[in-house]
């Protein structure tokens, strides 16, 4: 049995006008186990505190419970003065009797009674409690982010910046993502490029940063501080260290007709490419689908070409292992697939394009030179129809149910670029509603109507029909009440945007979770939404959620700052009321896994004493104390009983509720 | 059973540390009243609640027995509360079985800033429980005290 003090604070009036603290101390000092029960004006005082820690030591107690304010007040305070006086913080509870009891109560007898019952299920708690250590684990200063668009840029020059090592892991040959597609962005219609670029060279140039372009992560164990992340770098069959990225080879690659991906396959490139002018790295690779030497062993013109000689047909993939004390996701987004959406004639006609396309056949860099001209015959167009949600806000199987965010603002700003560098062209833009909640937004998108003369009719477009060379649009004006019918030279559609394909896969190796479009979770949808739910893993851009680029900034760098508070730490402290299983009663059938939402339950085949000397190996459930955050769920899924939950377990509760209904 | 002039119900109501707690906490803090018979038990989540506590507290002898969590997607650890609303009902299932009155349980999603809804929603169960009187079907009288 422990040695229980009670402790009955006034809180000056607070709790002693309505509470009669003297009995409540009386009547607790007769309850099993309590050798020494006192009240005090102001507990939490220097003097009170002193008082306490003294009793202590004078009357060896090995339980404390304080009879004050709530928990959520000083359950810290009380556990940091009883450590003091060397007994276990986790040997404290605390009744909570002004909160629940004396501030709601005015009769003085009956917030006495309860204060008396809330002090006895401390005390039968405090009777069951253990003393508790708070692990610690030690914190491997080392940042991994994943996606190196604008998003991963950003955060991993944040993280450089306060001093830690940081790698970028990209999947394509290059770091920029999206942003470096784009032409113009709104809302102040600067280059993309201008701003993005010198980032990408920033993150190259910086000792801190590694990036290991056109790699993925291929395994991830270990948990918050400690994570263990292989990556595979692809063989991209040219040696990076020697490649000058003057691009000879991909000039004098004989294999010419290869789909330009960075183009979105508007115009062709050749075998061996460098994706843009711009790269980082600027490197070329090898495309093996393409490439007669890598298919058929003959060719090798780029090897002859390369005078630094850095091509390498032998490459194979690399594998790097590497450690990490805090993950950051930014894997973005892409726009969907549209060939469901016939009506729109996208598979038939090559004048119907995705607004991303687009981007492209205005971009200076791009396959036209910043020419717009139809992908057809190469035609100025004339007359462009733009259509919004396409695949958004529906509730079909089609599209998505959710708003891409980004559309209304993307299609204001290419109306008003095509009325600004063609102002003979008429532009039209169908909608079901414009949203423009942004600094600056509505101003932009109202310039686009004021000044620029863009037709926005709402409505939708029922049918585009390719016909003699134009295309036929019919769509209902629903403030008209009319049916249109437009002949288009061009269709721009914005196609609603998803995550990344690689995301789930990602997610299921983090242990992150996903909402039902598989967009990351954060860890609280107002208070934490640059985590995840899994400690150390952190949230960067579109992979969360359909951004625009300074939103994506802002959380970048949001991400970062807490990837810094984390690193720098050198040792985390882990809540010690965490989940154990009892092996004896544990027989592996991961009830408890499957509800865990951090991942912390894992199995390990334990030798057990059998019958007659036998050895028995069974499976048994083992909690990651690192990880577990102490929610409890394990613990009512358990169906034999096995899991419990260190200073909330079954015994605990149950003894508080028997003092409670006695 | 014919309803006592003098009873005072017994309910147990467990909160999560997380919303109700707090919850429960600012009813306190701006003095909004709630009957004394109701006994509030911290846990970490909704999630912490096992079915089998809350026949434990009719067993011992309480007449009704509230849990209240965050609402459904502010769960501090996210999923929590999908679990116990899903646990309860299932356990409501089984007490209608049992012939015990549904409204002797319930859940209710308290946020820490509901402090009004948290007195609110304890004046209110305690009337039920009132009105239905003490809860004499499951409670196991060799665990009486008196
Ligand atoms: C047509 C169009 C026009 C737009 N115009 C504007 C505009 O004018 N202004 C504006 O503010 N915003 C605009 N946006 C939005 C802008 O593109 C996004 O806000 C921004 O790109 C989001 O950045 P991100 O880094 O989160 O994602 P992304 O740019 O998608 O970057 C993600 C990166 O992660 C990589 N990656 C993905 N999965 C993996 C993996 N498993 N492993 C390794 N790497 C991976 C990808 O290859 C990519 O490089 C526009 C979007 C579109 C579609
Ligand atoms: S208590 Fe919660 S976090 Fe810990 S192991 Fe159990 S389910 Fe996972
Ligand atoms: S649910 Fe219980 S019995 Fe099943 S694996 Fe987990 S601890 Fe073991
Ligand atoms: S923490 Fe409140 S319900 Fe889970």
Redesign the pocket.
């Known amino acids: 049995m422990q040695r229980v003090g009670v402790f009955v604070c006034w809180c000056g009036s607070n709790i002693a006008a309505t509470v009669d603290v003297e009995k409540v101390a009386e009547v607790l000092a007769k309850e099993p186990g309590v050798v020494f029960s006192t009240n005090y004006q102001y507990m939490c005082s220097q003097a009170g505190q002193e008082m306490i820690q003294e009793s202590i030591r004078k009357y060896n107690l090995t339980g404390v419970v304080i009879c004050s304010c709530s928990p959520r007040m000083h359950e810290n305070t009380f556990r940091k003065t009883c450590e003091k006086a060397g007994l276990n913080p986790y040997m404290v509870e605390i009744a909570n009797i002004r909160e629940q009891c004396s501030w709601i109560h005015k009769d003085k007898d009956t917030a006495t009674e309860k204060a008396i019952i809330l002090g006895r299920a401390a005390i039968a708690k405090v009777h069951l409690n253990a003393p508790l250590t708070a692990g610690t684990s030690p914190v491997k200063k080392r940042a991994l982010v994943?996606?190196?668009?604008?998003?991963?840029?950003q955060t991993a020059l944040d993280i450089a910046d306060a001093g830690f090592d940081v790698d970028i892991?990209?999947?394509?040959p290059t770091?920029?993502?999206?942003?470096t597609?784009?032409d113009?962005?709104?809302?102040t219609l600067d280059c993309?490029a201008c701003i993005l670029t010198p980032k990408m060279v920033d993150a190259a140039q910086n000792e801190r940063i590694h990036i290991y372009s056109y790699?993925?992560?291929s395994s991830v164990r270990g948990f918050v501080g400690n994570f263990k992340v292989t990556i595979k770098k692809k063989a991209r069959f040219v040696d990076e260290t020697k490649c000058t990225g003057c691009g000879l080879c991909t000039e004098k690659c004989p294999q010419k007709k290869v789909p330009n991906l960075f183009n979105l396959g508007l115009d062709n490139r050749r075998a061996i490419y460098i994706p843009f002018a711009q790269a980082v790295p600027k490197v070329a690779t090898i495309d093996a689908d393409y490439c007669t030497m890598l298919k058929s062993g003959k060719c090798g013109v780029c090897s002859k070409v390369c005078t630094a000689g850095a091509i390498d047909y032998q490459q194979k993939d690399a594998f790097i292992e590497q450690e990490y004390g805090a993950i950051v996701v930014?894997?973005?987004?892409?726009?969907i697939k549209l060939d469901k959406y016939d009506e729109f004639a996208y598979s038939q006609s090559p004048d119907v394009v995705?607004?991303?396309e687009?981007?492209r056949l205005m971009n200076a860099a791009g396959p036209t030179g910043g020419t717009l001209l139809r992908p057809s015959d190469g035609q100025h167009p004339h007359t462009i129809v733009f259509v919004q949600c396409v695949g958004s806000r529906c509730d079909d199987s089609k599209g998505k149910p959710y708003c891409s965010k980004?559309?209304c603002?993307?299609t204001a700003?290419h109306a008003m670029l095509c009325r600004e560098k063609y102002p003979d062209t008429d532009v039209y833009v169908f909608y079901i509603d414009v949203r423009t909640p942004g600094k600056n937004f509505d101003e932009f998108y109202r310039r686009a109507v004021e000044e620029y003369g863009v037709h926005y009719v709402k409505g939708m477009v029922g049918k585009v029909v390719p016909e003699n060379g134009k295309l036929k649009v019919q769509a209902s004006d629903l403030i008209g009440n009319q049916q249109l019918h437009i002949d288009a030279d061009m269709v721009v559609l914005?196609?609603a945007?998803e995550p990344?394909k690689?995301?789930r896969p990602?997610a299921t190796m983090l242990t992150a979770s996903m909402d039902t479009n598989d967009f990351f979770t954060e860890a609280h949808p107002k208070l934490r939404p640059v985590e995840s739910p899994t400690a150390g893993i952190f949230l960067?851009?579109?992979?969360q959620g359909p951004?625009?680029?300074?939103?994506?900034v802002a959380q970048?760098s949001a991400a970062a700052a807490k990837v810094i508070g984390l690193l720098n730490k050198d040792h985390l402290i882990c809540n010690p009321c965490t989940a154990t299983p009892d092996e004896m009663m544990c027989n592996g059938c991961s009830s408890c896994e499957k509800v865990c939402p951090y991942g912390a339950i894992t199995y390990i085949d334990k030798e057990f004493r059998g019958p007659n000397r036998t050895t028995l190996i069974r499976r048994v459930a083992q909690v990651n104390p690192a990880v577990c955050q102490g929610c409890g769920a394990c613990t009512v899924a358990c169906p034999s009983g096995a899991m419990d939950l260190k200073g909330f377990s079954n015994k605990q509760i149950m003894a508080e509720v028997d003092a409670i209904c006695r | 059973m014919p309803v006592n002039e003098e009873f005072k119900p017994t309910i147990v109501a467990f909160c999560c540390n997380w919303c109700s707690y707090a919850g429960a906490d600012l009813s306190g803090t701006n003095r909004l009243q709630y009957p004394a018979n109701v006994k509030i038990i911290r846990i970490p989540c909704s999630c912490r609640l096992n079915p089998m506590f809350i026949l434990r507290a009719f067993q011992r002898g309480a007449d009704g027995v509230i849990l209240c969590g965050c609402h459904p997607g502010d769960c501090h650890y996210t999923t929590g509360n999908y679990y116990a609303r899903r646990r309860m009902t299932l356990l409501f299932s089984m007490l209608d079985f049992l012939g015990i009155e549904r409204e002797r349980t319930r859940v209710e999603w308290v946020s820490a800033a509901e402090g009004a809804k948290f007195a609110a929603t304890m004046n209110e169960f305690s009337a039920t429980i009132h009105k239905l009187g003490p809860n004499r079907r499951l409670e196991d009288l060799r665990c009486r005290k008196d």
């Open positions: 994943i996606g190196g668009g604008i998003a991963g840029i892991v990209e999947k394509e770091i920029g993502g999206k942003m597609q784009i113009k962005t709104f809302p993309a790699s993925e992560v930014a894997t973005g987004f892409n726009p995705t607004s991303l687009f981007e980004i559309c603002m993307y700003k914005a196609a945007i990344d690689s995301a990602l960067s851009g579109a992979c951004k625009d680029i300074p939103e994506t970048a």
